[in-house]
């Protein structure tokens, strides 16, 4: 941290901007867990008999992905927490407002019936 | 250390000084001029949308009225709802109170992105004029269909003229302008506040804007969204919101109230910040309860994301929907409650001044109350139910937005302008306008509670007599004249005393805040020096030594800044400011003209677009610190991080709402299909390949940014090269993939699932084509060795944007491709 910025009592300011990122060894890594998980998925989509529990799996999958990216390929793990928050917070507005959308939208169609005794 | 905020001596001219000429005005970047170029233009727009508003009145004075025509009576109220709330009150609030004031009361030179600032200012300008192009002569006329647009009204079959595809690709502009301008002010707030200013120690009109900010953000997504398959279904005759097709209507509705009821508080929330600031100083006390006041801003503008259904009660969404809609819209009140109780405690045992700043904020508090009490009413269903369309709305939504947000611009205007100026408004003038408005205002509107209980609906131009709505409706009118002439006297007041008012100090009303420790105007560069905040309150506490909270604060008019103190002259050659940019306003240009070429003129799409592409080059490259690693600046900074990076991640956060929404829509619409393909056509096998090239292309990325950040440009722009060419087989993959579609007789047309998916993976294609480029452009400047470990950051943001697109295809992949034969999924 610089002294101006410990001066003014200023928290997590950087000098170099490649300290805190992992090298080449962590992001091939990462890639090998991201093509396992893909294959994961698509064999998933193939087996029959996975097919009850096909969606669930499939989400899982999804969001380790989404999160393995994101952590490291993005560099949320190693960045500053500021970032993480700009990024999940609106990520859970817009998870909520989606879900709320196909909720409002299933009971027009008649699959979910929501009634008040 | 930082030196303590001096007022500076007069010799620096000020920002209405230097430089000179119209040039100096339209490649201006200083966010003063551009608020005073928004004010001009938000003003011009007042007068305009006042007058329609007088027509409509002129109108209804009396029944059985034909002094204008029912179609006439259509655009005048679609176009006043229009452009008082996109071209008015947010242009005033955003464009001019936060433009002017942010970086002077955080204590910062300039916004974070001083040329993104002038081009949303001018992409503004080129909305507003777009959405009035009907008016030339045989172009078939102003948008008639409501502010609020409700499909399938807006329908080509409906609609056929070009009225309401300049409303479509007007919003569009404006939309831009406002998403580049929130952003650029949330970072301006979260990352350039001067030392010592914690969150806990910002002026509220600074928690109000951060707030708002973080709201257009998430908030105007949702209409984007809205608004292109609107676009679509005119355009490329989609039908995202026919019902012939399995679609339904409700859609637009969903989509634009997710936008409008956020939005209704990206214009209260401002209002809210302007009346904190201006009750403290003219009743002598500190704000009461600031972190109450503080978290109640948060906590509405949560809360305003779960009440966008009480729009909708005439809808039938059913009793769950109802009633849950109904109770967050009502725990809206309390937040709010808290927020009206605090001004008043503030006023309360004060030594109050009743300048005409004090008396409009005092005015708002009354009348947004009215305003905010009915709304609860419109909170109760089975209440809504009987009100809804009716007279009683619009008295609501005029008590919330002229008795509310109004009131708090004109006390704004009243308590702002001797800094803005240098001069200050008549005050005498300005008293009567207050009494005048205060009259009018209620006497315009309060009866239109009436007129609803007695079944008047509205949108409605004329009536039939002796229905009992005579009497109110001609009483009405006479004093909407008279509330017009109050305006009269504002112009003609803000214009004489601009001219020739009297000059006023750097304090005129002893201050709190820091822009009262400036002179008046301002020179161009704010501060000489930094200041270092210590308390909240920080000019106040900088003239008394306390916030005095609670208590009666000696009155010392003028304080500290009345003498100024001259800067050593050689300080300000420290100081370096933004250089001024033709390129935000050619880009506008170029944006104003796409729009135009949408209308009916193809060729003038590519010449807008090559206008536009050719300005974001110039942008790019103008600055010789183009993506340049400063550490002096991240020193300065609030929270220790790079700007630059702060606005990509708040600006990809505003990116997960916008691809939220359509990847909702399609899974709406999936299984509303009414014949022809399906999700079935898929192919899994090529979209699995492209999943792979997708995810290989962000290591590629990262090892591209790792080779830059070791300061290796030759593996940096391999690697570079490499993500671009894998994004480029994606593409192709896609090109494969929707041309195999087409083939098997599954076009955008076709039907729910064609046009849903086409928009989705489309939108998602697009922006892996803008990746692509911005990609070749970061690996032609590393290969010409532009860009090394000094300017890795330029590949760090380059490489959040892709990565993103990355993430955003991991979703669609499982959701979209994987799940194909999942039901109501």
């Not at chain 2, 005129?508 to 820091?514: A, I, K, M, N, V």
């Not at chain 2, 420290?574 to 240009?589: K, N, Q, R, V």
């Not at chain 2, 086409?758 to 697009?766: A, K, Q």
């Amino acid at each position: 941290m610089s002294d101006y910025a410990i001066e003014h009592g200023h928290a997590g300011a950087r000098e170099d901007p490649t300290d805190a990122h992992p090298g080449p060894v962590v992001y091939l890594v990462v890639a090998a867990i991201l093509t396992v998980l893909t294959a994961a998925e698509i064999t998933v989509f193939y087996v029959s008999a996975l097919q009850p529990v096909l969606v669930p799996i499939l989400l899982v999958l999804a969001v380790v992905k989404f999160a393995f990216v994101g952590m490291f390929y993005m560099h949320l793990y190693y960045d500053s927490k500021v970032f993480t928050i700009f990024f999940a917070a609106p990520l859970l507005l817009a998870t909520l407002i989606a879900l709320g959308l196909l909720l409002l939208f299933s009971h027009l169609a008649g699959v979910l019936s929501f009634t008040i005794p | 250390m930082a030196a303590q905020p001096k007022a500076l001596g007069f010799e620096y001219p000020n920002y209405l000084q230097e430089p000179r000429g119209i040039w100096g005005w339209l490649t201006t970047v200083d966010h003063k001029r551009i608020a005073v170029l928004y004010a001009v233009s938000a003003l011009f727009m007042m007068a305009v949308g006042g007058f329609e508003a007088m027509l409509m009145r002129g109108q209804l004075m009396v029944p059985d009225n034909h002094f204008l025509s029912a179609a006439i009576y259509n655009e005048l109220f679609t176009m006043h709802g229009t452009t008082m709330i996109f071209l008015v009150v947010m242009p005033l609030e955003l464009g001019f109170f936060a433009n002017f004031f942010i970086p002077l009361q955080i204590g910062a030179r300039d916004v974070a992105f001083p040329r993104l600032n002038a081009l949303s200012f001018w992409v503004f300008l080129a909305g507003a004029i777009f959405l009035h192009i009907g008016l030339l002569k045989s172009l078939g006329g102003l948008p008639d269909a409501g502010w609020f647009g409700y499909a399938n009204l807006t329908e080509r079959m409906y609609s056929p003229g070009i009225n309401i595809d300049c409303w479509v690709i007007g919003l569009l502009i404006l939309g831009l302008s406002t998403l580049l301008s929130g952003l650029n002010f949330f970072v301006t707030i979260v990352n350039m506040r001067a030392p010592g200013m914690t969150f806990m120690r910002m002026p509220m009109f600074m928690w109000a804007m951060l707030v708002t900010t973080i709201l257009i953000l998430l908030a105007f997504p949702a209409l984007t969204v809205g608004l292109v398959f609107l676009f679509a279904d005119r355009f490329l005759d989609t039908h995202f919101y026919r019902v012939s097709a399995g679609a339904t209507p409700i859609l637009w509705q969903h989509l634009f109230w997710i936008f409008g009821h956020p939005e209704v508080y990206i214009m209260a929330l401002p209002a809210f910040g302007i009346i904190s600031e201006v009750i403290p100083p003219f009743s002598r006390k500190a704000l009461f309860g600031y972190p109450m006041m503080a978290y109640s801003l948060v906590l509405i503008a949560f809360l305003s994301y779960g009440v966008w259904g009480h729009h909708m009660f005439a809808t039938g969404m059913g009793p769950f929907a109802d009633a849950t809609f109904s109770i967050t819209s009502m725990l809206i009140a309390i937040p709010t409650g808290i927020k009206i109780f605090s001004w008043i405690a503030t006023v309360w045992g004060g030594r109050l001044r009743f300048t005409t700043a004090m008396l409009f904020a005092l005015g708002f508090i009354i009348e947004f109350t009215i305003g905010g009490l009915s709304g609860i009413m419109h909170a109760s269903t089975p209440v809504d139910l009987q009100q809804t369309d009716s007279y009683i709305v619009v008295a609501h939504f005029h008590y919330v937005l002229f008795g509310g947000m109004i009131m708090a611009i004109l006390a704004g205007f009243y308590y702002w302008w001797p800094k803005v100026t240098g001069r200050s408004l008549n005050e005498t003038l300005g008293k009567w306008q207050f009494w005048i408005t205060l009259w009018a205002f209620n006497a315009t509107f309060f009866p239109m509670h009436f007129l609803g209980t007695l079944g008047m609906p509205r949108r409605i131009y004329t009536y039939a007599p002796n229905m009992g709505w005579d009497f109110w409706n001609y009483f009405e009118s006479i004093n909407a004249f008279i509330l017009g002439f109050t305006f009269l006297l504002f112009f003609i007041n803000l214009i004489w005393s601009t001219r020739r008012g009297e000059h006023a100090s750097s304090d005129p009303w002893d201050g709190r805040t820091l822009e009262w420790s400036l002179p008046s105007p301002p020179p161009a560069f704010n501060f000489v020096t930094v200041p270092m905040v210590t308390a909240r309150d920080a000019f106040w506490v900088r003239k008394y030594g306390s916030v005095g909270s609670h208590g009666v604060a000696p009155a010392i008019a003028g304080g500290a800044a009345a003498t100024p103190i001259g800067a050593p002259a050689e300080v300000q050659e420290h100081i370096h400011m933004p250089a001024p940019s033709i390129y935000p306003l050619i880009f506008a240009l170029g944006v104003f003209m796409m729009g135009v070429g949408c209308l009916d003129w193809v060729r003038l799409i590519i010449i807008g677009g090559a206008i536009t592409l050719m300005s974001i080059f110039g942008m790019l490259f103008e600055y010789p610190s183009f993506g340049q690693f400063n550490p002096e600046m991240i020193g300065e900074s609030a929270l220790g991080l790079d700007s630059r990076k702060l606005g990509m991640w708040a600006f990809l956060g505003s990116e997960c709402v916008f691809f939220a929404a359509l990847i909702s829509t399609y899974m709406v619409y999936k299984d509303r299909n009414m014949g022809g393909p399906d999700a079935m056509i898929l192919n899994i096998p090529l979209t699995s390949f492209s999943t792979f090239v997708l995810l290989t292309s962000s290591l590629l990325m990262v090892l591209a940014l790792a080779a830059v950040q070791r300061d290796d440009r030759k593996w940096g722009s391999i690697w570079l090269f490499g993500t671009a060419f894998f994004g480029m087989i994606f593409l192709g993959g896609q090109a494969f993939e929707f041309t195999g579609f087409v083939m098997k007789g599954l076009k955008i047309q076709t039907n729910l699932f064609g046009q849903t998916f086409y928009t989705l993976v489309g939108f998602h294609g697009i922006h892996v084509l803008i990746g692509v480029c911005w990609l070749l452009v970061l690996a032609f400047a590393t290969a010409a060795g532009r860009i090394g470990k000094d300017r890795s950051l330029a590949v760090e943001i380059g490489g959040l944007y892709w990565h993103f697109v990355d993430i955003v295809w991991v979703v669609i992949f499982t959701l979209i491709y994987l799940m194909r034969t999942v039901k109501h999924a």
